[in-house]
């Protein structure tokens, strides 16, 4: 039985079944590691010892009934960002490179309760700040469709990881695309739900307003099932919501007659590889096929996306990195006389170039004289491109087009040109703005043999209609995969 | 001819809310813990914890806004004051700056010159600090988060007062409402109610104000007093001297007072305030503040009207009865178990106000019951014990509630009723004391007195002083006949 083949939710039946142990599980995890990671490297910290110790615990309580889940058993990475009880939390930058957390973020409990099999910590970009998983401290994650490019970000490990097979699936966060442009980029499924789906509660925040976990995984069902877990109302997080339709296994249906899908003309215009356009729209014309309803129309607003995001982001980073200062956790800088010397050595030497480059535009739009003109401004920009939103899904279900311009750029490139590397995002960060749940699913590969992801964005708590196109698609598709594609 | 000033002050008091755990986490208020026991990942800024409102918090801002007749802002949010400072875990203190929630209100203040109102400009929420040890034997800095996260409201007034009599009328009025509906024991000294001065002088009869000077560290009305004193001083000094004032932060040593500079307006740091995304906006219903409206409770003004119409007790010990919320629930309690209104007032008035004095107790500490202090009267209505043993009884009540008359019993201190030892005592007082008692056959009333309380000394204050009277008298009468 070839493992590195399987779903995560093929691992589990199989593991349920008794064909596969999850002992037996971790170490195809562990071997794929052992076997990519040092090229690749997809992660910050890998837990040996403790996933293999874990794996015989989750098998006792398969056995005894106990878990009966999807995931039980099933080894999943999980990016640096989400707080895990007494393993290290980086964020991949220095000022956190030896944070140790005292809790578990909310929705890695809810994995972990489900009988999921911690591996570690993916890489990622620092602080989540990046596209490119390339501003960590811990170094560039590389794509593992071909080692010269990127694999995205921020959630660059995690995504880089299940398509090395270097896990199962894996969790992400999506502020401004993180999750749906890595898994473009390394022809993965990745979903940033809602926002309020998925509490927040132990997730190291970037922009508090747009952040959202998601999965990264190998197919839209794995997708649907892990979301089904992760989701929930949690009391510790004020931004979560109650809902009451979190059953998203059941949308997986191949059934899109009917459905409205409308092609934003903004997101095919400039800029965009002719590539990826095309490959994005023959995924649309399968869907037609499928019986759905295909129509173009005017998205308004999406220029003022990227300044309206990059001020709101920046400005809501600017305050939740405050808290690292070195006086409590993570680095601290030696020889410091006083304490405000202290902090400016601290935070000089332990952030990197983009994430101070962030924290100055946000500290920037925040200040007095500047905060109406740039920060009060880009929440009535982020208000308008909302209604926008529900104006097209007065007449849609779904809004199809691209996750990112390009495929995966090559190593170095991106950073040299950080405003080109912003401009990137454009199909992604509306819908951050506007709380929206959205999904990339792959669709193709280039003549350079890097595949490309086709993005489908559906109103707030429209997830069941995502995934259900989703899976029709997928199915119609066929299948897809780093090891499917021969390489 | 000198130039006549006018002073224009306003505070910002700050009043810590009498919540049971903290504005955004669980854990404990409670005063005094060992450091950083009452703490969780929340009120430390662990990356990746979240702040959740404690409704409680919202309700207590929300019953002093109504009861200092404030527009309640029916849809408020929280704003983050970003400054770097090692007491503040996260680096941005979570307040409330575009949606307070409260606003436009006042109170009515009465001082010997009359009665005014006092405009209160905005009260909103917001989370108090850590404390810094600084340990000098170790040249190090610790920091206690115990008291990060405890809910505090603040409440700015708009520049209404004209002198410190004004002030502190302002502030007794705030602490007495605060405390009768429960929100916070506002302890000046323990800092659970906090007053900065924003204090400018003028010309009599100009328009515009002077420039204005915060003051900080008062810790008492004494020294809010004196620094509004020395404040108006200085800054009138300055504009004699045809300097100007100088828009700043100052800090009041009342040890030596006078005031230093903290920060001058130039290096005023811009906090950057933004609303805190982490929090979703706060909708107070309809129908929940009609709740709070209808849960408000009798203020001062009220129950002192009815104190005159129900109870026949003099004008002044009724000031001083609701002159604090515990002092007049204790009277009330204590009535309501059957106890005559004069009584329990003398009690309060006199034995209460002396220990309390002696002690340095704060009403809101007062720890003996309604029941206790009712049996005690009755137990000296029965002449079960007499006034001298009562005082003493209620010195150990005031101190640790004790019920009065187990300790009677356990003590032995119930009066003397036996004829014979008391006569017998009379009897050896007055041989022992032949000067006192030819003083008195001589004349010199007074000097039965002493002899009265000779007795009583002998008799450990256990005898009837009535009694004991009656019966010298009786001896005396015979040794002149």
Known sequence: ?487 | MAREYETVIGLEVHVELATRTKIFCGCSTAFGGEPNTHTCPVCTGMPGSLPVLNKKVLEYAVAVGLAANCKITRYCKFDRKNYFYPDNPQNYQISQLYLPICRDGYVEITTESGTKKVGIHEIHMEEDAGKLIHDEWEDCTLVDYNRSGVPLIEIVSEPDMRNADEVIAYLEKLRLMIQYLGASDCKLQEGSMRADVNLSVREVGAKEFGTRTEMKNLNSFRAIARAIEGERERQIDLLEAGEAVVQETRRWDDGKGVSYTMRSKEDAQDYRYFPDPDLTPVHVSDEWLEQIRAAQPEFREEKMERYRREFDIPDYDIEIITGAKRMADLFEETVALGTEPKKVSNWLMGETMRLMKETETDAADLCFSPEHLAKLISLVDAKAITNTVAKEVFEVMFAKDIDPESYVEEKGLKTVNDEGELRSTVERVIAENPQSVSDYLGGKEKAIGFLVGQTMKAMKGKADPGSVNALLKELLSKLQA
Not at chain 1, 69 to 85: E, F, W, Y
Not at chain 1, 150 to 155: F, N, R
Not at chain 1, 179 to 205: D, E, H
């Open chain 1, 1 to 487: 039985m070839d493992l590195a083949q399987m779903t995560a939710v093929e691992l589990s039946a199989a593991i349920r079944e008794k064909k596969v142990t999850v002992r037996e599980a971790v170490e195809a995890s562990l071997d794929a590691i052992a076997k990519r990671e040092e090229s690749l490297n997809c992660y910050v910290t890998v837990d040996r010892e403790g996933a293999l110790q874990r794996a015989d615990e989750v098998q006792k309580k398969i056995d005894d009934g106990t878990l009966t889940g999807p995931l039980a058993g099933v080894p999943v990475a999980v990016k640096d960002n989400m707080c895990t009880k007494g393993m290290l939390t980086t964020c991949s930058s220095k000022i956190l490179g030896n944070f140790v957390p005292t809790f578990t973020a909310d929705a890695v409990i809810r994995l972990e309760e489900a009988g999921a099999v911690i591996l570690g910590k993916t890489n990622m970009d620092e602080f989540a700040m990046g596209s490119t998983t390339e501003t960590s401290a811990y170094g560039v994650t590389r794509n593992p469709w071909n080692e010269g490019h990127v694999p995205g970000g921020s959630s660059g490990g995690s995504a880089a990881a299940v398509a090395a097979g270097e896990c199962f699936f894996a969790l992400g966060s999506d502020t401004g695309g993180s999750i749906r442009q890595p898994a473009s980029f390394c022809g993965v499924v990745g979903m940033k739900p809602t926002y309020g789906t998925v509490s927040r509660y132990g997730l190291i925040a970037y922009g508090s307003s747009l952040d959202q976990i998601g999965p990264l995984c190998k197919d839209v069902t794995d997708c649907a099932a892990i979301l089904e877990i992760i989701a929930g109302h949690d009391p510790k997080d004020s931004t979560s919501m109650k809902r009451d339709d979190t059953d998203f296994t059941s949308a997986l249906q191949e059934d899109v007659a009917g459905m409205k899908i409308g092609i934003p003309r903004d997101y095919f215009g400039e800029g965009l590889d002719p590539e990826v356009k095309a490959s994005v729209l023959a995924a649309a014309e399968l869907l037609k096929a499928k019986g759905a309803v295909v129509e173009e129309f005017d998205l308004s607003l999406v220029d003022y996306a990227i300044p309206a995001y990059y001020t709101i982001a920046a400005a809501e980073a600017s305050s939740n990195l405050e808290r690292f200062d070195g006086i409590k956790y993570g680095y601290r800088a030696e020889d410091c006389e006083e304490l405000h010397k202290m902090y400016k050595k601290t935070r000089s030497q332990g952030f990197g170039a983009e994430v101070k480059r962030r924290i100055m535009l946000g500290s920037f739009v925040l200040s007095s004289g500047y905060y109406d003109a740039y920060y009060l401004k880009a929440l009535r920009v982020k208000a308008l491109i909302k209604k926008a939103f529900d104006d097209a899904f007065s007449r849609y279900d779904v809004i199809l087009g691209p996750a990112a311009p390009t495929t995966a750029p090559e190593l170095g490139k991106s950073l040299q040109d950080p405003i080109q590397m912003y401009l990137g995002d454009i199909y992604t960060i509306s819908v951050n703005l506007a709380g929206l749940p959205g999904i990339t699913v792959p669709c193709g590969v280039d003549s350079k043999g890097l595949p490309i992801g086709v993005q489908l964005i559906g109103d707030c708590f429209r997830e069941k209609k995502l995934l259900r196109m989703a899976y029709t698609y997928e199915k119609a598709r066929g299948p897809f995969g780093l090891d499917k594609e021969g390489r």
